[in-house]
């Protein structure tokens, strides 16, 4: 062989190796799940906080209803996302229950409305490469990405075909929002045969704990962590109006301003600081349902009623103002070690509401003003000036009164959003 063909051998086998080379690369991104660490990260783009479906008292459950056992029956949730993007994953949570739950299949699709989907954009979930998976009791799993186009404040329906018996145990329980419960697997159906709605009398979520996007750009991931008043509670069913809404509404209609964020919402109904009653004590759960969020970078925190109205009707639980400010000293000094920006809101007024006394108010008072001259914190918000009666401060203003004179409505909860200035999330 001369010179010049042992040349152009030589040559041809570079190229070839450097073809090898570039795609085993792309093979190796794509066995990841398609996201280069080096450019994209998950963010969290829908979340909801688990806890003991068993533990909720009623009015919250309806009390004449018998525990729910889902049973080789598919579970069609809605989810409301934040951020958008092409690519998502979804976290299961079995973290309350007793025994294992097999998820023998999983789908997720553009919801149409009404249950139905888009079965264009329908995508067969998988978890370590398989399109099943049961959760032992304790557990949760990510599932591998999926490749769907979410726009950012877009409808997700997500179908978890339920193999065998599987009480509930683990869920969100005031989710707001209709969900769909249909006999065998449907999880692909572009429309459900025989579903019911209306779970349990209430509106939960179900073993479904998170949605992530990945996303190359920087984003600002906003928790916000509070009780009934944060997830939501007497906002109209299905709209998306919990004040965490109207604030993602502002937030994304800013982007120029603000930069790219996502807004979700860490509320559990009932919740309180120092309680393990209705889900996880607020102090407890803070690790998981805000530091532990993917890419948190903001927390707003709005807690504390419930301990001072419940201390108030169950004596044996009354905490003190200032056993509730240390447990808000331990939350922020929780996100601060994550290097996290934190926002407190003052409590909302309460006169009125069934657990209202003067001694919850004098402790109210005691924990604004505390909120309000705060130190170590990135800012404040001051939802008891915005939702406050002008001639009576410790109620609700009238227009902004659910009814029950502690949860807002449905333009309570706008002009709490409203009252926030978005300049904090440039702090």
Not at 354 to 369: C, L, M, P, S
Request: proline share 4%; glycine share 8%; charged share 15%.
């Amino acid at each position: 062989m001369n010179r010049n063909a042992l040349a152009e051998l030589r040559h041809l086998f570079a190229n070839v190796w450097r073809w090898v080379t570039v795609l085993s690369l792309i093979a190796a991104v794509a066995a990841c799940g398609g996201v280069d660490s080096n450019t994209s990260q998950w963010v969290a783009s829908w979340y909801a906080a688990q806890q003991n479906y068993n533990e909720v008292p009623p009015p919250i459950i309806d009390p004449s209803l018998p525990p729910l056992t889902i049973s080789n029956q598919t579970v069609r949730q809605i989810v409301h996302t934040s951020y958008g993007g092409s690519q998502i994953r979804i976290k299961l949570s079995n973290l309350f229950g007793t025994m294992p739950v097999t998820f023998a299949a999983v789908h997720v699709a553009r919801s149409t409305g009404n249950g139905n989907v888009d079965t264009a954009t329908d995508r067969a979930v998988t978890f370590s490469g398989q399109g099943s998976v049961t959760l032992a009791a304790g557990a949760e799993m990510w599932s591998d990405s999926v490749i769907i186009s979410s726009p950012s404040q877009s409808d997700l329906a997500v179908s978890l075909f339920i193999q065998g018996n599987a009480p509930v145990v683990t869920a969100h329980v005031t989710g707001q929002q209709t969900n769909y419960l249909a006999p065998g697997n449907q999880s692909s159906a572009g429309s459900l045969s025989g579903a019911t709605t209306n779970l349990a009398g209430v509106w939960p979520y179900y073993w479904l704990s998170e949605v992530d996007v990945s996303s190359a750009d920087k984003v600002k991931v906003i928790v916000t962590f509070g009780d009934s008043i944060t997830d939501g509670y007497q906002s109209t069913v299905d709209t998306n109006h919990r004040w965490p809404n109207f604030f993602d509404d502002r937030v994304q209609a800013a982007v120029g301003s603000v930069g790219r964020a996502s807004v979700v919402n860490a509320g559990i109904s009932g919740n309180r600081w120092l309680q393990d009653i209705i889900g996880p004590a607020g102090q407890g759960r803070f690790a998981r349902d805000v530091t532990g969020v993917s890419g948190a970078t903001h927390v707003v925190i709005l807690l504390g009623i419930n301990d001072i109205g419940f201390g108030m009707a169950v004596p044996a639980e009354a905490e003190s103002s200032d056993q509730i400010i240390a447990a808000i000293n331990a939350a922020i000094a929780q996100a601060k070690n994550r290097k996290m920006k934190v926002f407190l809101a003052t409590l909302l007024p309460y006169q009125g509401a069934d657990y209202f006394d003067a001694a919850g108010e004098t402790k109210r008072q005691a924990i604004n003003a505390y909120i309000r001259s705060a130190s170590g914190v990135d800012g404040v918000i001051d939802f008891d000036k915005a939702m406050q009666d002008p001639s009576n401060p410790a109620t609700l203003l009238p227009a902004y009164d659910s009814g029950d004179h502690l949860h807002p409505n449905d333009a309570g909860y706008q002009a709490m959003a409203n009252a926030i200035d978005l300049n904090l999330l440039n702090r």
